[in-house]
Protein backbone atom coordinates (compact mmCIF):
# COMPACT_ATOMS: atom_id res chain seq x y z
CA UNK A 1 0.00 0.00 0.00
CA UNK A 2 1.46 3.72 -1.05
CA UNK A 3 1.70 5.32 2.46
CA UNK A 4 2.66 9.20 2.58
CA UNK A 5 4.31 11.06 5.15
CA UNK A 6 2.01 13.80 7.58
CA UNK A 7 4.86 16.22 8.30
CA UNK A 8 3.49 18.40 11.04
CA UNK A 9 6.35 21.26 11.63
CA UNK A 10 4.77 23.33 14.97
CA UNK A 11 5.16 22.81 18.55
CA UNK A 12 1.43 23.24 18.75
CA UNK A 13 0.78 20.06 17.13
CA UNK A 14 3.27 17.52 17.27
CA UNK A 15 6.20 16.74 19.17
CA UNK A 16 8.70 14.66 18.08
CA UNK A 17 11.43 12.82 20.51
CA UNK A 18 13.92 10.28 19.82
CA UNK A 19 10.50 7.29 21.32
CA UNK A 20 7.84 8.93 21.23
CA UNK A 21 5.25 11.01 19.18
CA UNK A 22 2.60 13.36 20.68
CA UNK A 23 0.09 14.09 18.50
CA UNK A 24 -2.80 16.95 18.83
CA UNK A 25 -5.37 16.79 17.31
CA UNK A 26 -5.40 12.83 17.67
CA UNK A 27 -5.97 11.41 13.77
CA UNK A 28 -9.25 9.54 12.85
CA UNK A 29 -8.86 6.38 13.34
CA UNK A 30 -9.96 5.00 9.24
CA UNK A 31 -7.08 8.04 9.04
CA UNK A 32 -4.32 6.19 10.69
CA UNK A 33 -2.94 3.48 8.83
CA UNK A 34 0.42 2.55 10.33
CA UNK A 35 2.68 4.01 13.01
CA UNK A 36 6.21 3.02 13.03
CA UNK A 37 8.30 4.71 16.00
CA UNK A 38 8.41 8.53 15.34
CA UNK A 39 6.40 8.69 11.95
CA UNK A 40 2.99 8.79 11.50
CA UNK A 41 1.43 7.57 8.06
CA UNK A 42 -1.82 8.77 6.65
CA UNK A 43 -3.96 8.01 3.76
CA UNK A 44 -2.74 9.94 0.92
CA UNK A 45 -4.26 13.28 0.25
CA UNK A 46 -6.12 14.12 -3.13
CA UNK A 47 -3.24 15.13 -5.10
CA UNK A 48 -2.45 19.15 -4.51
CA UNK A 49 -0.09 21.85 -5.98
CA UNK A 50 2.27 23.10 -3.63
CA UNK A 51 1.56 26.21 -2.40
CA UNK A 52 4.85 27.80 -4.97
CA UNK A 53 3.16 26.07 -7.67
CA UNK A 54 -0.59 27.28 -6.68
CA UNK A 55 0.73 31.15 -6.70
CA UNK A 56 2.64 30.24 -10.30
CA UNK A 57 -0.79 29.01 -11.58
CA UNK A 58 -2.69 31.60 -10.83
CA UNK A 59 -0.39 33.82 -12.11
CA UNK A 60 2.14 34.81 -9.47
CA UNK A 61 -0.27 37.77 -8.68
CA UNK A 62 0.82 40.53 -6.29
CA UNK A 63 -2.22 42.69 -6.02
CA UNK A 64 -5.04 40.75 -4.86
CA UNK A 65 -8.94 41.86 -4.22
CA UNK A 66 -10.33 40.59 -0.81
CA UNK A 67 -12.70 39.03 0.25
CA UNK A 68 -15.51 41.18 1.11
CA UNK A 69 -19.27 40.82 2.00
CA UNK A 70 -21.20 43.03 -0.66
CA UNK A 71 -17.93 44.04 -1.62
CA UNK A 72 -16.33 41.78 -4.33
CA UNK A 73 -19.02 40.26 -6.36
CA UNK A 74 -18.32 39.09 -10.15
CA UNK A 75 -18.76 42.91 -10.85
CA UNK A 76 -16.51 44.38 -8.60
CA UNK A 77 -14.04 41.53 -9.63
CA UNK A 78 -14.38 42.44 -13.48
CA UNK A 79 -14.00 45.66 -12.72
CA UNK A 80 -11.05 45.86 -10.40
CA UNK A 81 -9.13 43.65 -12.48
CA UNK A 82 -9.51 46.57 -15.34
CA UNK A 83 -7.44 48.32 -13.01
CA UNK A 84 -4.46 46.35 -12.22
CA UNK A 85 -5.73 43.46 -9.75
CA UNK A 86 -4.39 40.24 -10.63
CA UNK A 87 -5.90 37.99 -8.39
CA UNK A 88 -9.54 38.44 -6.51
CA UNK A 89 -11.40 36.63 -3.85
CA UNK A 90 -15.04 35.99 -3.84
CA UNK A 91 -17.72 37.30 -0.79
CA UNK A 92 -17.25 35.34 2.59
CA UNK A 93 -19.95 32.60 1.89
CA UNK A 94 -21.82 30.40 5.06
CA UNK A 95 -20.59 27.09 4.31
CA UNK A 96 -24.12 25.68 5.59
CA UNK A 97 -26.44 27.67 4.10
CA UNK A 98 -24.44 27.29 0.54
CA UNK A 99 -24.16 23.42 1.47
CA UNK A 100 -27.65 23.24 2.28
CA UNK A 101 -29.74 25.69 0.37
CA UNK A 102 -29.61 25.38 -3.46
CA UNK A 103 -31.57 28.63 -4.29
CA UNK A 104 -28.88 30.29 -1.91
CA UNK A 105 -26.33 28.93 -4.26
CA UNK A 106 -27.84 29.84 -7.42
CA UNK A 107 -28.53 33.44 -6.14
CA UNK A 108 -24.99 33.99 -4.44
CA UNK A 109 -23.06 32.52 -7.64
CA UNK A 110 -24.39 33.18 -11.13
CA UNK A 111 -23.65 31.42 -14.52
CA UNK A 112 -20.81 33.72 -14.85
CA UNK A 113 -18.46 33.62 -11.84
CA UNK A 114 -15.85 31.64 -12.00
CA UNK A 115 -16.16 31.26 -15.87
CA UNK A 116 -12.57 30.79 -17.53
CA UNK A 117 -11.52 34.17 -19.36
CA UNK A 118 -13.81 36.43 -17.48
CA UNK A 119 -13.48 35.54 -14.03
CA UNK A 120 -10.42 33.98 -13.13
CA UNK A 121 -8.42 33.44 -11.38
CA UNK A 122 -10.59 33.17 -8.35
CA UNK A 123 -10.60 31.97 -5.03
CA UNK A 124 -13.89 31.43 -3.32
CA UNK A 125 -13.93 31.81 0.27
CA UNK A 126 -16.42 30.24 2.70
CA UNK A 127 -16.72 30.60 6.42
CA UNK A 128 -17.90 27.69 9.01
CA UNK A 129 -16.93 26.08 11.91
CA UNK A 130 -17.93 21.85 10.83
CA UNK A 131 -15.86 20.31 9.08
CA UNK A 132 -17.93 18.02 6.98
CA UNK A 133 -20.23 21.25 6.15
CA UNK A 134 -17.35 22.92 4.78
CA UNK A 135 -16.41 20.09 2.96
CA UNK A 136 -19.84 19.67 1.16
CA UNK A 137 -20.01 23.42 0.58
CA UNK A 138 -16.39 23.84 -0.93
CA UNK A 139 -17.62 20.59 -3.07
CA UNK A 140 -20.16 22.87 -5.21
CA UNK A 141 -17.37 25.07 -5.86
CA UNK A 142 -14.94 22.55 -7.57
CA UNK A 143 -14.35 23.53 -11.48
CA UNK A 144 -15.62 27.82 -10.98
CA UNK A 145 -12.55 28.66 -9.16
CA UNK A 146 -8.77 28.20 -8.60
CA UNK A 147 -8.96 27.61 -4.86
CA UNK A 148 -11.09 27.25 -1.57
CA UNK A 149 -9.90 29.80 1.29
CA UNK A 150 -11.45 29.57 5.37
CA UNK A 151 -12.03 32.69 6.90
CA UNK A 152 -10.35 32.83 10.15
CA UNK A 153 -9.91 36.58 10.06
CA UNK A 154 -13.51 38.21 10.42
CA UNK A 155 -14.26 40.14 13.27
CA UNK A 156 -17.73 41.07 13.45
CA UNK A 157 -20.49 40.52 15.87
CA UNK A 158 -22.22 37.56 13.39
CA UNK A 159 -18.69 36.00 12.94
CA UNK A 160 -18.82 35.64 17.31
CA UNK A 161 -22.71 35.02 17.47
CA UNK A 162 -21.89 32.08 14.42
CA UNK A 163 -18.83 31.08 15.87
CA UNK A 164 -16.23 31.13 13.17
CA UNK A 165 -14.23 33.85 11.62
CA UNK A 166 -11.63 35.54 14.07
CA UNK A 167 -13.55 33.60 16.70
CA UNK A 168 -12.12 30.74 16.09
CA UNK A 169 -8.56 32.06 16.90
CA UNK A 170 -8.41 30.33 20.08
CA UNK A 171 -10.01 26.71 18.98
CA UNK A 172 -6.50 25.58 17.41
CA UNK A 173 -7.58 21.64 17.07
CA UNK A 174 -11.00 22.95 15.30
CA UNK A 175 -8.98 25.40 13.00
CA UNK A 176 -6.88 22.52 12.29
CA UNK A 177 -9.47 20.06 11.27
CA UNK A 178 -11.18 22.35 8.98
CA UNK A 179 -8.23 23.44 6.68
CA UNK A 180 -6.92 19.42 7.05
CA UNK A 181 -10.64 18.28 6.30
CA UNK A 182 -10.67 20.39 2.91
CA UNK A 183 -6.40 19.39 2.13
CA UNK A 184 -7.36 15.64 2.14
CA UNK A 185 -10.67 15.66 0.99
CA UNK A 186 -11.08 18.53 -1.50
CA UNK A 187 -9.94 17.94 -5.20
CA UNK A 188 -8.56 21.81 -5.42
CA UNK A 189 -6.26 24.09 -3.46
CA UNK A 190 -7.47 25.15 0.55
CA UNK A 191 -6.12 28.22 1.15
CA UNK A 192 -6.74 30.21 4.82
CA UNK A 193 -6.79 33.84 5.77
CA UNK A 194 -5.99 34.74 9.56
CA UNK A 195 -5.43 37.64 12.04
CA UNK A 196 -2.30 38.41 14.32
CA UNK A 197 -2.72 38.39 17.89
CA UNK A 198 -0.62 40.55 20.04
CA UNK A 199 2.30 38.49 21.10
CA UNK A 200 4.79 37.73 18.25
CA UNK A 201 5.83 34.08 18.93
CA UNK A 202 1.88 32.69 19.39
CA UNK A 203 0.93 34.83 15.93
CA UNK A 204 3.82 32.49 14.18
CA UNK A 205 3.08 29.35 15.78
CA UNK A 206 -0.87 29.81 14.56
CA UNK A 207 0.39 30.73 11.34
CA UNK A 208 2.61 27.27 11.42
CA UNK A 209 -0.10 25.22 12.49
CA UNK A 210 -2.42 26.63 9.43
CA UNK A 211 0.32 25.64 7.20
CA UNK A 212 0.93 22.19 9.06
CA UNK A 213 -2.77 21.52 8.80
CA UNK A 214 -2.55 22.18 4.75
CA UNK A 215 -2.88 25.55 3.74
CA UNK A 216 -1.19 25.69 0.20
CA UNK A 217 -0.76 29.53 1.72
CA UNK A 218 -1.72 32.15 4.10
CA UNK A 219 -3.05 35.61 3.92
CA UNK A 220 -2.37 37.73 6.79
CA UNK A 221 -4.08 40.59 8.46
CA UNK A 222 -1.67 42.89 10.20
CA UNK A 223 -4.67 43.43 12.77
CA UNK A 224 -5.47 41.80 16.23
CA UNK A 225 -9.17 40.62 16.25
CA UNK A 226 -9.85 43.78 18.79
CA UNK A 227 -8.61 46.49 15.86
CA UNK A 228 -12.59 47.26 14.14
CA UNK A 229 -14.14 49.83 13.56
CA UNK A 230 -13.20 53.10 15.81
CA UNK A 231 -10.56 50.68 17.08
CA UNK A 232 -9.49 49.98 13.69
CA UNK A 233 -5.73 51.52 13.99
CA UNK A 234 -2.69 50.48 11.65
CA UNK A 235 -1.73 47.00 10.68
CA UNK A 236 1.60 45.87 12.21
CA UNK A 237 4.28 45.42 9.26
CA UNK A 238 6.98 44.80 11.86
CA UNK A 239 4.91 41.84 13.24
CA UNK A 240 3.90 40.75 9.47
CA UNK A 241 7.56 40.50 8.71
CA UNK A 242 8.88 38.49 12.32
CA UNK A 243 6.02 35.28 10.57
CA UNK A 244 7.20 35.95 7.06
CA UNK A 245 10.79 35.66 8.12
CA UNK A 246 10.27 32.19 10.40
CA UNK A 247 7.32 30.49 8.04
CA UNK A 248 9.38 27.60 6.16
CA UNK A 249 11.55 28.46 3.30
CA UNK A 250 9.00 28.56 -0.26
CA UNK A 251 5.93 29.57 2.00
CA UNK A 252 3.71 31.51 0.31
CA UNK A 253 2.31 34.43 1.68
CA UNK A 254 0.25 37.20 1.13
CA UNK A 255 -0.58 40.24 3.57
CA UNK A 256 -3.70 42.96 4.28
CA UNK A 257 -3.21 46.60 5.90
CA UNK A 258 -2.71 49.72 5.36
CA UNK A 259 -2.42 50.15 1.59
CA UNK A 260 -4.01 53.86 0.90
CA UNK A 261 -1.64 54.45 -2.39
CA UNK A 262 -0.37 52.76 -5.57
CA UNK A 263 3.27 53.09 -4.19
CA UNK A 264 1.89 51.23 -0.67
CA UNK A 265 1.89 48.17 -2.78
CA UNK A 266 5.77 48.09 -3.80
CA UNK A 267 6.38 49.36 -0.43
CA UNK A 268 4.46 46.72 1.37
CA UNK A 269 6.13 44.12 -0.52
CA UNK A 270 10.07 44.97 -0.14
CA UNK A 271 9.21 45.61 3.49
CA UNK A 272 7.23 42.45 4.54
CA UNK A 273 9.04 40.52 2.03
CA UNK A 274 5.23 38.67 1.25
CA UNK A 275 5.01 36.86 -2.24
CA UNK A 276 1.25 39.55 -2.68
CA UNK A 277 -0.31 42.43 -1.14
CA UNK A 278 -4.34 42.69 -0.34
CA UNK A 279 -6.71 45.39 -0.27
CA UNK A 280 -10.30 45.52 0.87
CA UNK A 281 -11.92 48.99 1.79
CA UNK A 282 -8.61 51.07 -0.34
CA UNK A 283 -9.99 48.97 -3.34
CA UNK A 284 -13.74 49.75 -2.34
CA UNK A 285 -13.02 53.39 -2.41
CA UNK A 286 -11.02 53.49 -5.74
CA UNK A 287 -9.79 50.24 -7.51
CA UNK A 288 -7.20 52.15 -9.30
CA UNK A 289 -5.77 51.19 -6.04
CA UNK A 290 -3.72 48.58 -8.00
CA UNK A 291 -2.94 50.48 -10.73
CA UNK A 292 1.08 50.42 -10.99
CA UNK A 293 1.53 50.29 -14.83
CA UNK A 294 2.32 53.99 -15.29
CA UNK A 295 1.10 57.44 -14.46
CA UNK A 296 -2.17 57.49 -16.13
CA UNK A 297 -4.71 59.77 -13.58
CA UNK A 298 -7.47 58.18 -14.98
CA UNK A 299 -6.36 55.00 -13.77
CA UNK A 300 -4.26 55.84 -10.51
CA UNK A 301 -7.81 58.22 -9.41
CA UNK A 302 -10.60 57.82 -12.15
CA UNK A 303 -12.98 60.48 -12.78
CA UNK A 304 -16.58 59.83 -11.31
CA UNK A 305 -18.15 60.04 -14.38
CA UNK A 306 -16.37 57.91 -16.02
CA UNK A 307 -15.81 55.30 -13.67
CA UNK A 308 -19.44 54.78 -13.03
CA UNK A 309 -20.68 54.73 -16.04
CA UNK A 310 -17.97 51.40 -16.69
CA UNK A 311 -18.92 50.09 -13.38
CA UNK A 312 -22.77 50.41 -14.62
CA UNK A 313 -21.91 48.65 -18.23
CA UNK A 314 -20.06 45.84 -16.54
CA UNK A 315 -23.11 45.35 -13.83
CA UNK A 316 -25.68 45.31 -16.70
CA UNK A 317 -23.41 42.47 -18.44
CA UNK A 318 -23.49 40.41 -15.23
CA UNK A 319 -27.53 40.65 -15.53
CA UNK A 320 -29.61 40.29 -12.83
CA UNK A 321 -28.34 39.26 -9.27
CA UNK A 322 -25.82 40.11 -6.90
CA UNK A 323 -23.86 42.63 -9.21
CA UNK A 324 -26.83 44.36 -9.41
CA UNK A 325 -28.29 44.47 -5.70
CA UNK A 326 -24.53 45.49 -4.72
CA UNK A 327 -24.26 48.40 -7.35
CA UNK A 328 -25.98 50.78 -4.99
CA UNK A 329 -23.40 49.81 -1.98
CA UNK A 330 -20.09 50.56 -4.32
CA UNK A 331 -21.89 53.85 -5.45
CA UNK A 332 -22.00 54.95 -1.87
CA UNK A 333 -18.62 53.56 -0.83
CA UNK A 334 -16.88 54.76 -4.07
CA UNK A 335 -18.28 58.12 -4.39
CA UNK A 336 -18.11 59.13 -0.97
CA UNK A 337 -16.46 62.25 -1.09
CA UNK A 338 -18.47 63.26 -4.22
CA UNK A 339 -21.63 62.84 -2.20
CA UNK A 340 -20.95 65.13 0.31
CA UNK A 341 -20.49 67.94 -2.08
CA UNK A 342 -23.67 66.73 -4.62
CA UNK A 343 -26.47 65.94 -1.51
CA UNK A 344 -28.95 65.64 -4.31
CA UNK A 345 -27.33 62.81 -5.75
CA UNK A 346 -26.74 61.40 -2.72
CA UNK A 347 -30.66 61.46 -2.32
CA UNK A 348 -31.39 59.54 -5.64
CA UNK A 349 -29.09 56.69 -5.03
CA UNK A 350 -30.61 56.06 -2.30
CA UNK A 351 -33.56 55.47 -3.50
CA UNK A 352 -32.13 52.12 -5.49
CA UNK A 353 -33.63 48.78 -4.14
CA UNK A 354 -33.69 45.68 -5.63
CA UNK A 355 -36.59 46.30 -7.91
CA UNK A 356 -35.32 49.36 -9.76
CA UNK A 357 -35.03 49.00 -13.03
CA UNK A 358 -32.14 49.37 -15.72
CA UNK A 359 -34.18 52.57 -16.62
CA UNK A 360 -34.11 54.33 -13.46
CA UNK A 361 -30.02 53.17 -12.70
CA UNK A 362 -29.40 54.30 -15.85
CA UNK A 363 -31.15 57.88 -15.00
CA UNK A 364 -28.72 58.36 -12.04
CA UNK A 365 -25.85 57.33 -13.94
CA UNK A 366 -26.46 60.24 -16.26
CA UNK A 367 -27.48 62.27 -13.80
CA UNK A 368 -23.47 62.03 -12.02
CA UNK A 369 -22.36 62.47 -15.52
CA UNK A 370 -24.01 65.69 -15.97
CA UNK A 371 -22.61 66.95 -12.48
CA UNK A 372 -18.86 65.91 -13.48
CA UNK A 373 -19.65 67.47 -16.79
CA UNK A 374 -20.38 71.17 -15.94
CA UNK A 375 -17.32 70.71 -13.49
CA UNK A 376 -14.77 70.50 -16.39
CA UNK A 377 -16.35 73.47 -18.44
CA UNK A 378 -14.79 75.58 -16.19
CA UNK A 379 -11.86 77.64 -17.59
CA UNK A 380 -9.24 77.14 -14.85
CA UNK A 381 -9.87 73.10 -14.68
CA UNK A 382 -6.37 71.69 -15.73
CA UNK A 383 -5.05 73.99 -12.79
CA UNK A 384 -8.00 72.08 -10.71
CA UNK A 385 -7.91 68.82 -11.82
CA UNK A 386 -4.47 68.28 -10.17
CA UNK A 387 -3.00 65.69 -7.92
CA UNK A 388 -1.01 66.95 -5.46
CA UNK A 389 1.59 64.72 -3.52
CA UNK A 390 2.78 66.15 -0.22
CA UNK A 391 5.93 65.22 1.27
CA UNK A 392 7.14 61.68 2.91
CA UNK A 393 5.64 60.75 5.86
CA UNK A 394 7.56 58.81 8.80
CA UNK A 395 5.69 56.07 7.63
CA UNK A 396 7.11 55.76 4.76
CA UNK A 397 4.40 57.21 2.03
CA UNK A 398 2.96 60.37 1.10
CA UNK A 399 -0.48 61.59 1.42
CA UNK A 400 -2.62 62.84 -2.32
CA UNK A 401 -4.41 65.94 -2.33
CA UNK A 402 -7.16 64.57 -5.04
CA UNK A 403 -9.97 66.75 -6.56
CA UNK A 404 -12.98 65.17 -5.31
CA UNK A 405 -14.83 64.62 -8.51
CA UNK A 406 -11.92 61.26 -8.55
CA UNK A 407 -11.77 58.37 -6.80
CA UNK A 408 -10.06 58.63 -3.52
CA UNK A 409 -8.13 56.94 -0.80
CA UNK A 410 -9.63 55.18 1.84
CA UNK A 411 -9.76 56.98 5.14
CA UNK A 412 -11.72 56.09 8.33
CA UNK A 413 -12.82 58.61 10.01
CA UNK A 414 -12.65 58.02 13.93
CA UNK A 415 -14.88 60.12 16.63
CA UNK A 416 -15.36 62.61 13.96
CA UNK A 417 -11.62 63.16 12.95
CA UNK A 418 -10.54 63.23 9.74
CA UNK A 419 -8.17 60.03 9.00
CA UNK A 420 -5.00 61.46 8.26
CA UNK A 421 -4.89 63.19 11.30
CA UNK A 422 -5.75 59.71 13.13
CA UNK A 423 -3.39 58.11 10.85
CA UNK A 424 -0.77 61.00 12.17
CA UNK A 425 -1.38 61.25 15.53
CA UNK A 426 -1.22 57.14 15.74
CA UNK A 427 2.05 56.91 14.27
CA UNK A 428 3.38 59.99 16.32
CA UNK A 429 2.51 57.81 19.49
CA UNK A 430 3.94 54.67 17.90
CA UNK A 431 7.41 56.46 17.01
CA UNK A 432 7.29 58.01 20.40
CA UNK A 433 7.51 54.80 22.22
CA UNK A 434 9.47 53.51 19.84
CA UNK A 435 12.51 55.78 20.90
CA UNK A 436 11.82 55.33 24.62
CA UNK A 437 12.19 51.80 24.34
CA UNK A 438 15.42 51.90 22.30
CA UNK A 439 18.44 51.36 24.43
CA UNK A 440 20.30 54.73 25.51
CA UNK A 441 23.85 53.47 24.20
CA UNK A 442 25.84 50.28 22.53
CA UNK A 443 26.57 48.58 25.87
CA UNK A 444 22.36 48.41 26.85
CA UNK A 445 22.21 47.83 23.27
CA UNK A 446 24.48 44.46 23.55
CA UNK A 447 22.63 43.71 26.85
CA UNK A 448 19.46 43.49 25.22
CA UNK A 449 20.61 40.93 23.20
CA UNK A 450 22.07 38.91 25.42
CA UNK A 451 18.70 38.96 27.60
CA UNK A 452 17.00 37.60 24.35
CA UNK A 453 19.10 34.62 23.61
Not at 148 to 165: E, L, M, S, T
Not at 226 to 232: A, F, I, L, S, V
Request: charged share 30%; with cysteine.
Amino acid sequence: MFLTLRKICTPSIMTVTEKRTTLLPQPKEEELIERKSDIIFTTPPVPKASGFQLFEKLGSPTKIVAPMVDGSELAWRILSRRYGAELCYSPMLHSRLFSENEKFRKTILSPLDGKPGLDRPLIIQFCGNDPDTLLSAAKHVVGRCDAVDINFGCPQGIAKRGHYGSFLMEDWDLVYKLIHKLHTELEIPVTAKIRVFEDWSKSLDYAKMCLSAGAQFLTVHGRTRDMKGQKTGIADWNLIRYIRDNLPEGTIFFTNGNILYQDDVPRCLKETKCNGVMSAEGNLTNPGIFWTQNENKDKLFPRVDKFVREYFEVVKQCGEGESKRCFKTHLFKSLQTFLTMHTDVRAEIATINRKSSWDELERIVKMIEKVVEDIFKKDNIEELDTIKVENLESWGGRYRDVPYWRLQPHFRRINGVDGRSVIRQIVKQKDSKRKADEPADEEDSQNKVRRSE
